[in-house]
T-cell receptor
Framework: DVKVTQSSRYLVKRTGEKVFLECVQD?????MFWYRQDPGLGLRLIYF???????EKGDIPEGYSVSREKKERFSLILESASTNQTSMYLC?????????????FGPGTRLLVL | AQKVTQAQTEISVVEKEDVTLDCVYE???????LFWYKQPPSGELVFLIR??????QNEISGRYSWNFQKSTSSFNFTITASQVVDSAVYFC???????????????FGTGTQLKVEL
């Protein structure tokens, strides 16, 4: 079974803090993704990575950065957290092969920025 | 541009009732994939099914069934004899964009909250 884990289920941070959200997958997937989920908006793609050290912006990258130093790990960074970044953050991974497009998700991190 | 519409924000049923969750999509591509995911209260999105655009055959898996109709751009999900454990948010998603380096981008609907009561 595909296993995607996220470092925290719940986080509470102060405005202006630097926040790291970590994601690890154990299926040797090439692609990894970060989404945020907000009521009434569904899931929106923040960033994705298709290889180590490679990253691409998604639909809402503003205020975020990412890091992928190892294939199994993909980090989302909030350089200076703001209250409008209070949300549920979901990490996903997928293989790159044809017919392997299914994305598998982690349990999510609920971030509250005060 | 691709779009997924789940018009039903919330559905409440009594256990053992059948329930259908609607999904309508828009895409200009002829090759695409459609997905359903379940998000229970714990938060994790659980993959349920993937269907490619060339396969319009309906699928049944236990109490779950999916009806894919290209003519109406719909991919509806039916739960037969619903149970309390089916209570969750269900997301429909479309994949038609090829990402840099390979892999597909998912466009999600806004989700349908299903509540199954005793």
């Amino acid at each position: 079974d595909v296993k995607v884990t996220q470092s925290s289920r719940y986080l509470v941070k102060r405005t202006g803090e630097k926040v790291f959200l970590e994601c690890v997958q154990d299926m040797d997937h090439e692609n990894m993704f970060w989404y945020r989920q907000d009521p009434g908006l569904g899931l929106r793609l923040i960033y994705f990575s298709y290889d180590v050290k490679m990253k691409e912006k998604g639909d809402i990258p503003e205020g975020y950065s990412v890091s992928r130093e190892k294939k199994e790990r993909f980090s989302l960074i909030l350089e200076s957290a703001s209250t409008n970044q209070t949300s549920m953050y979901l990490c996903a991974s997928s293989s790159r092969g044809v017919g392997q497009e299914t994305q598998y998700f982690g349990p999510g991190t609920r971030l509250l920025v005060l | 541009a691709q779009k997924v519409t789940q018009a039903q924000t919330e559905i409440s049923v009594v256990e053992k009732e059948d329930v259908t969750l609607d999904c309508v999509y828009e895409t200009r591509d002829t090759t695409y994939y459609l997905f359903w995911y379940k998000q229970p209260p714990s938060g994790e999105l659980v993959f349920l099914i993937r269907r490619n655009s060339f396969d319009e055959q309906n699928e049944i898996s236990g109490r779950y069934s999916w009806n894919f109709q290209k003519s109406t751009s719909s991919f509806n999900f039916t739960i037969t004899a619903s149970q309390v454990v089916d209570s969750a948010v269900y997301f429909c998603a479309l994949s038609d964009d090829i990402l840099t380096g390979g892999g597909n981008k998912l466009t999600f609907g806004t989700g349908t909250q299903l509540k199954v009561e005793l």
